[in-house]
């Protein structure tokens, strides 16, 4: 195993890479049947399952930490506006990563006195 995937491998618990082990082996039964790959799969072929894996893998990442943060949004905050306490919902827009595109939920507030919507403050 060369450095940069032991080096990879090392930021996971032994569970995380039990997991991923596992959905390989789910993807592959799902893919190429019960019965495992055929043996004329090319390595390239392979590989390039493995990218669209991967790549897809890294948007449902990005989507899944990225809500948890915008959960955390959970409390009443007052408007800028006229100071009425306003609930958060989630406003989704595509976002462009190097993986493809990725569903972004963010938290916004609607104010329903005065109607304006506005971002939490981080602070
Ligand atoms: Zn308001």
Redesign the pocket.
Known sequence: MSKAVEKRRARFSPEVLAKMQELGRMISAETYGEGGPPVELTWNEIEELGHEIGKLTATEFDQTVQRQQAERYDTEQA?P??G?GCHPGVKHRDLTTRDGTADLSEPEFQ?V??E?SFFPSTD
């Open positions: 408007c506006q006229c009425k104010c006195a005065c304006r």
